[in-house]
């Protein structure tokens, strides 16, 4: 492991390799680890991705998990993936050029010209007082690399842009972005930063169909919640809000 100088309030710790930054990141949550700890690693032998996914996770990549300890309930603090995802669109913004090629698809990853380039994995803990004990947001993005397992519908920075990046330039890019996107968070909650994650999202207004469990729900992407919940519109123009499912288009 070597250390980071702590910068923007994060202390990056470096590995160059890890089973997965997630779970490096929650042990030491558990044992009292302050916030700002970002546990980064050169790759990921059991990286996990949503949906109980593995996340490949070879070299070239970048795997990072930030712990933070917001002062909110553990269901406000679930919006800081939102944030997260935005915070990585952010940072890639100066190396694909075009805004409008990198979007945020609900609830969490970002895609590059419609292909999956990152996701974000949140785990935390309430501390049985209604707050949040701690939050892991854990970051992958291909930035070299689109993994062959999820080889359909992924890519990497590098293959739609030509651009090679180093993943330490976008993870400081992307700490900067954080820590300025989680002071407003923090100061005036996830209302501050929807209509910044509604500027670049993808497919509000289309057609979709959102998968929870064993279920299959078809609607229009009407909207964001305040809460960072999606609002599907069924077919007699009834608004339903879900806070979790995976969203596909068409
Ligand atoms: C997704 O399914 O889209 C979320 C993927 C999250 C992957 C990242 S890589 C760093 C961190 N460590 C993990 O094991 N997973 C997350």
Same mark, same amino acid.
């Given at each position: 492991?070597?250390?980071? =100088? ?24 558990? %044992?009292?680890?302050?916030? +700002?700890? #970002?546990?980064? /690693?050169?790759?990921?032998?059991? +990286?996990?991705?949503?949906? +109980? %996914?593995?996340?490949?996770?070879? *070299? ?14 553990? =269901? ?8 997260? /995802?935005? =915070? ?8 694909? &050029? ?19 380039? /990152?996701? #974000? $994995? *949140? ?5 049985? %007082? &209604? ?16 993994? !062959?397992? *999820? /080889?359909?519908?992924?890519?990497? #920075? ?16 992307? *700490?900067? &972005? $954080? ?6 968070? +923090? ?6 930063? %929807? ?8 497919? #509000? ?9 064993? !279920? ?5 992407? =009407? ?11 069924? !077919? ?15």
């Amino acid at each position: 492991m070597s250390g980071g =100088a702590p910068s923007r309030g994060f202390v990056v710790e470096h590995y160059p390799e890890v089973a997965s930054t997630n779970d490096l990141a929650r042990q030491r949550a558990e %044992r009292g680890a302050e916030e +700002g700890l #970002v546990i980064l /690693a050169d790759r990921q032998v059991a +990286g996990r991705g949503r949906h +109980g %996914r593995a996340w490949d996770s070879p *070299l070239g990549n970048l795997y990072a998990s930030v712990l933070l300890r917001p002062r909110a309930p553990l =269901a406000s603090s679930a919006t800081l993936s939102l944030v997260a /995802a935005l =915070a990585v669109i952010e940072a890639l913004d100066p190396f694909v &050029g075009d805004r409008s090629r990198l979007r945020a698809k609900w609830p969490n990853d970002v895609l590059l010209d419609g292909n999956k380039t /990152a996701g #974000v $994995l *949140l785990e935390g803990a309430d501390d049985g %007082r &209604g707050n949040t004990a701690w939050l892991v947001i854990g970051i992958g993005v291909n930035v070299a690399r689109a993994p !062959e397992a *999820l /080889a359909r519908g992924t890519t990497s #920075v590098q293959a739609a842009t030509g651009v090679a990046v180093t993943p330490r330039t976008v993870l400081d890019r992307l *700490l900067d &972005g $954080l820590a300025h996107r989680y002071a407003d968070w +923090g100061e005036r909650g996830f209302t501050a930063l %929807r209509a910044a994650w509604l500027a670049r999202a993808h497919g #509000v207004g289309s057609a979709v169909t959102l998968r929870l469990g064993d !279920e299959a729900i078809q609607g229009r992407f =009407a909207d964001l919640g305040e809460d960072g919940s999606l609002l599907l519109e069924n !077919e007699l123009g009834c608004l339903t809000r879900y806070t979790a499912g995976e969203l596909f288009f068409g």
